[in-house]
């Protein structure tokens, strides 16, 4: 068996956000897609719902093998090797995401925020420092990259809890959370939230709202105008999910973007960076 025996069928279309999209310069789409390939595919390995623990593990492993150049194995990571070598770059930003792919393997509760955010540093802070080098930005922007990635990161956990839970066995709600609001484990099993599970969710939201507040000056410490465009894009998503979660149930409705409603917020956060970029010329 091979990792593509494990693959889902999802694409960067099925994302909840932006990846790749027309408002990043065409040159580095093709790198950032030979990224998301390769994250997509060990993603599918560690979420595979019926492939054994032993078995996702020696997935992840070759994936990696083929990324650092041992052999050709994975053609997804042998081509990101080659094209991350063509731009000067290294592979250090997918062996922090293949650290939490093998977590998620071998981990399945968290025990409070810090262990969720540690977490995060690995699943998702990867991918937002991949795109500021690919564009050569200052790695002083990385800490509020890493906060806008983590907010994305525990916003799909929270939309996802039901099923992740009855699918994977996998709780990313931190334990402390979940006691503090008299909730328990079980209670994701339900068609609707319990109270006590709504108000966790509700909880883990606001402080989402934190990490979206700390990466809220992102987009204007990016040079390249294009990227810049994407993350106020991003971020202005991400506020309205936020405010979904804070006011609806995950398990019982939808907590996600039509295509539709997403092209209009994505307009809307992309509009508030140029103008924000503007006004700041100005003065």
């Keep these: 068996m091979s990792a593509a025996d494990l693959a889902s069928g999802k694409g960067a279309g099925d994302e909840n956000f932006p990846v790749a999209s027309h408002l990043v310069a065409a040159r580095h789409r093709p790198v950032i897609m030979a990224f998301y390939a390769v994250a997509r595919m060990a993603d599918d390995v560690a979420d595979h719902p019926t492939a054994a623990p032993d078995e996702k593990l020696a997935r992840l492993d070759e994936i990696e093998a ?35 792919f093998r977590r998620d393997v071998t981990q399945t509760r968290y025990a409070d925020w810090a262990d969720l955010m540690s977490y995060c540093r690995y699943s998702a802070a990867p991918v937002g420092r991949f795109v500021l080098d690919v564009h050569g930005e200052d790695r002083a922007t990385w800490p509020a990259s890493d906060a806008l990635c983590a907010a994305l990161q525990v916003i799909n956990h929270l939309q996802d809890c039901g099923k992740d839970y009855l699918e994977l066995d996998r709780v990313y709600l931190p334990q402390d959370a979940l006691d503090a609001a008299g909730a328990q484990v079980e209670m994701l099993a339900g068609d609707e939230a319990d109270p006590a599970l709504q108000a966790t969710i509700q909880g883990l939201a606001g402080r989402t709202s934190g990490l979206l507040e700390t990466a809220r ?8 105008l294009r990227l810049a465009l994407e993350v106020g894009a991003i971020h202005r998503l991400a ?4 405010g979904r979660l804070l006011r609806h149930d995950p398990l019982s409705e939808k907590v996600h973007h039509n295509r539709w409603e997403a092209l209009g917020f994505a307009a809307l956060g992309a509009g508030g960076a140029l103008g924000g970029r503007l006004g700041g010329r100005r003065r």
């Excluded at 770059?89 to 293949?98: A, F, V």
């Excluded at 000056?217 to 390249?224: E, L, M, N, S």
């Excluded at 506020?239 to 936020?242: C, I, K, R, T």
Aim: hydrophobic residues 45%; without cysteine.
């Design 66 to 100: 083929s990324l650092t150049g041992d052999d050709d194995a994975v053609a997804q990571a042998a081509t990101l090797r080659r094209v991350l070598a063509d731009r000067r770059l290294g592979p250090e930003h997918m062996l922090d995401l293949l650290t939490a």
């Design 217 to 224: 000056p992102f987009a204007g410490q990016i040079r390249d």
């Design 239 to 242: 506020e309205s999910l936020v």
